[in-house]
């Protein structure tokens, strides 16, 4: 059996498929969220298509989860003069509402997703080839990230329940909502990175219109009714369909003030030009990260070894955390590439479901080619695919491929493969990866693996400079969601983590007057008369 027809062995037919994961039948999706109902969708929909395969008569065909609408135009426009009209300047009910209503709508909403886990999970394994322990987590982590939000909101809103005096003045600070906010989120985490920027949104009394990523779309279809259920009229939106035909016309509005967007620098930036008030427009942008690991010479390989295969390859690379250059000094490359090689080879390939699976079916259609042309590039200019049958493909599946030597004249050497390659540079002088991260066009994370404390540190203090996580002897990554969230150069705009994202789709505002008997008196009656929302000592426990 050759390698090709050895990976095509890994789609099963219909029959194979467990019961508990297998679609019953297309999730046939008419309806989108706007003004509080669900309205029914009688024009066109985008069938959605599965490249997680099954084999029929020998050949792989794909699978069809269902169709979504193809919104127009009227349609977009109409869900943001919903969400325009439920904030109201700043006067409609949610912007208005006590920290503690909004919360308890919060609430609510965890409540009803909970009841959505089964069938959310089935549909990220399904639509992005995300293993099923993988969607368990990331269900999981954007309850928990809700929650944490709720408590951290608790926090804030202690903190800002007291009165300040300074010089004379007497005043209460407290952070306010921005107004209509344009959620657009990513294909690789559709349901948690979506949430860590919709979630911070909504509690901090913004309205949204949420756009779904271009995979990972019918997944949200099951929240639909809870987000109705939970929220106001209006306070929560979705559109679906071409970006051209329902995004640009949001944007070109004028009536979006936040932008929330993980995805591509390009189409960010495209996004923000067609905004014909820029100035007015806060962007809250996680976009493309090329994030490199330094392995000094003393690093212990073993742990090394374990810490890369995992930053380099969980969910097939397809994170914008993932390693995606390795810098190896010469003195060790040879034993560390042959235990890497061992490592990423004993890697099992399959569908989601199957237990111990680590490789599974890319969710987009052009990835294999476009990771051959990386691969070929780098074949073209020198390099050599170290691991036996790396980047061998059959269907949506392809096996991790580890390039070596790899150089500057390489396509790899700067591109964001977001995919199973795994480039690979030996080096001598230290000052050769360092100028790697300074000359790239990104500035998320490094990592960087060695036990000398002299040599750790004079790496560190460059490195804090260039990118805004240094990671020691660990791949890089997110969480915990606590820590801050963020990118230099291209990576990123604005700063997310359960605080930080209060914080960015809220402004410090604050009411102020002078000390005078009268304006102390004023004040007191306002408080101890509960008359106005902002200016209150009440707070939450």
Known sequence: MGQNEQLKAVFPSEADIPEPFRLTQPVQQRQYLADGELKRWEGPCQEVISLVQVQKGGTLQPVILGCYPVLNEKEALEALEAAVRAYDNGCGLWPTMPVEGRIRHMELFVRKMLEKREEVVRLLMWEIGKTLPDSEKEFDRTVEYIRDTIEALKELDRTSSRFT????????IRRAPLGVVLCMGPYNYPLNETFTTLIPALIMGNTVVFKPPKLGVLLHYPLLEAFREAFPPGVVNTVYGSGQKVVGPIMRSGKINVLAFIGSSTVADTLKQ??????????VLGLEAKNAAIVLPDADIEHTVEEILAGSLSYNGQRCTALKMLFVHNRII????????AKVNSLKLGMPWEPGVKITPLPEANKIGYLQELIQDAVAHGASV???????????????AILYPVKDTMRVYAEEQFGPVVPIAGYDDIHEPIRYVIE????QQVSIFGTAPDLMASLIDPLVNQVCRVNINSQCQRGPDSFPF?????????????TDALRVFSIRTLVAAKTTPANKQLITEIVRGDKSKFLSTDFLL
């Open 440 to 443: 790239s066009n990104y500035g």
């Open 274 to 283: 067609q905004h014909p008030k820029p100035h007015r427009l806060r962007s």
């Open 165 to 172: 005096i300074e010089q004379g003045i007497l005043a209460q």
């Open 486 to 498: 963020t990118g230099r150069k291209d990576s990123a705009e604005g700063t997310l983590s359960v």
């Open 386 to 400: 170290v691991n036996p049958g790396g980047g061998e493909n059959a269907g949506s599946i392809v096996r991790p």
């Open 334 to 341: 040879d034993t560390f590439m042959k235990q890497f090689a």
